[in-house]
């Protein structure tokens, strides 16, 4: 689709699927690929090494057998994508509406991030010795050192409840920039865990650019970076190899005959974006990866398909879905996100199938469809995969697609990525049925 008809159709409020001219089968080996790919290989070792310290620390871990994971299940038969048929393959949803903790995917970033920079601190002060993970930072000496510092975050919400819990949990001070969008419960949250919230006014990039300048000026501040932050990218990054377990345990093969297609919910790019690198680096050619978006904010396809156009490299963060006359105001506010990182367009360009948009009134349909037929209770934002595969086998571009790639759907697995909504309030929940 020519790129001022897109724009013209999301004007509209119009959903979309664009399908990416720059995506390619292989996955490039350039040296951004290779430094990722290294340190996705140590985030899973340090996974490893910090399990017994995480069991022991969070006892909500009990419920899911101290696995810091989310289920991926059949999606019940009760409800189906609208044009999904079993000749269409199988459809999945990996649960991470369900993720402990933290309730979100931005668990497996933000988790990360956090025991990284708490595992640097030990290291820096000399309290890891030969020790395990949990006698040097369980210990008290380490709270001790922990308590002197102080993380902080720009969130719309999931990001900061994932970062604040887990900081505070630590010892640490935390401390969590939001915009005006953020949701009230969301800071009552953080608030009754000893979080620190400040709110600012003006949108979700306004948030992070203060958070980030108040950080620089205190030498024993640390501030997440949810548009640069390869810590987080990384730790996202690893939900893949939970997958690929998962999927092996369930006997379910992935391969030329056996193609994977994944809908992911995306905003800054981050989540959706660490996910990808990672499902490339185990499966491709045989994995495509949509990003679902909002027709309201989709900065993701406003960057990507940007430069595509300009035939510029995505690197570049300023295209805002302004630019496109979008207003960035979605019910889906996990997603609300006017520019997307840079850092990730640039890692998506080749290895990106494409982008869909979904309107609120689809998500909130499918939203309260779930609910209504299976029991799942999900957040608007993760209601957006709920729309991949209908856009994807309804669309003529998404036919283009599937042709394209040779694809048979008979045998493919489609995963459809839930990523938040169990800690919503029954009131907020009950606001989105009505
Ligand atoms: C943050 C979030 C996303 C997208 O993650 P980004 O890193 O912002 O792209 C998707 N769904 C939910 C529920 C989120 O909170």
């Given amino acids: 689709m020519q790129t001022e008809n897109l724009i013209r159709q999301l004007q509209k409020n ?17 040296s951004v690929t290779a430094e990722l790919s290294g340190l996705r290989l140590e985030a899973i070792a340090r996974w490893q090494w910090l399990e017994s310290f995480i069991k022991e620390r969070f006892p909500e871990l009990q419920s899911t057998a101290g696995i810091l994971d989310a289920p991926l299940i059949e999606l019940p038969d009760q409800y189906q994508p609208l044009g999904a048929h079993p000749e269409t393959g199988r459809y999945l949803i990996q649960a991470d509406h369900q993720f402990p903790i933290a309730g979100s995917v931005k668990a497996r970033g933000g988790f990360y991030e956090v025991l990284l920079f708490a595992e640097s601190l030990a290291r820096q002060h000399g309290l890891l010795k030969d020790l395990s993970p949990s006698t040097a930072l369980g210990s008290d000496e380490a709270r001790a050192l922990f308590s002197q510092y102080r993380i902080g975050v720009g969130s719309t919400g999931n990001l900061g409840m994932a970062i604040g819990l ?3 949990a630590l010892g640490f001070q935390a401390e969590v920039h939001m915009s005006v969008e953020a949701k009230e419960w969301k800071k009552q949250r953080l608030r009754q865990h000893g979080v620190k919230v400040v709110e ?7 948030a992070v650019e203060a958070g980030r300048q108040q950080a620089e000026l205190d030498e024993k501040a640390y501030f997440v970076d949810d548009e640069r932050s390869k810590a987080l990218f990384v730790g996202y990054s690893t939900a893949a190899t939970c997958v690929q377990q998962k999927l092996a345990m369930q006997n379910i093969e992935v391969n030329a005959e056996h193609p994977l297609l994944v809908y992911i919910p995306c905003g800054v790019g981050g989540a959706p974006g660490g996910i990808a690198f990672g499902l490339r680096q185990l499966f491709a050619p045989h994995v ?19 430069s595509a156009l300009a035939n510029e490299d995505p690197a570049r963060d300023e295209v805002s879905v302004y630019d496109w006359g979008l207003n960035n105001q979605t019910i889906a506010d996990g997603l609300a996100v006017p520019t997307a990182s840079g850092f990730v367009c640039s890692v998506m360009q080749q290895r990106l199938s494409g982008v869909m948009t979904a309107s609120d009134e689809e998500m909130l349909d499918r939203l309260r469809q779930l609910y209504k037929q299976t029991g799942i209770k999900i957040e608007p934002s993760a209601a957006a995969a709920l729309l991949g595969p209908e856009r994807l086998l309804n669309t003529t571009e998404g036919q283009t697609y599937l042709q394209r790639q040779h ?28």
Wanted: charge should be negative; proline fraction near 7%.
């Fill in 288 to 306: 495509h990866i949509f990003f679902v978006e909002p027709c309201a904010s989709p900065c993701v396809l406003a960057n990507l398909a940007s």
């Fill in 166 to 168: 887990m900081s505070a």
């Fill in 407 to 434: 694809i048979n759907l008979s045998k493919a697995t489609h995963i459809l990525w839930t990523t938040g909504g169990s800690l919503v309030p029954e009131e907020i929940f009950s606001s989105w049925l009505a």
């Fill in 200 to 206: 600012h006014s003006g949108d979700y990039a306004k």
């Fill in 14 to 30: 119009i959903p979309v699927l664009w399908t990416n001219p720059h995506f390619h089968d292989v996955d490039s080996t350039d």
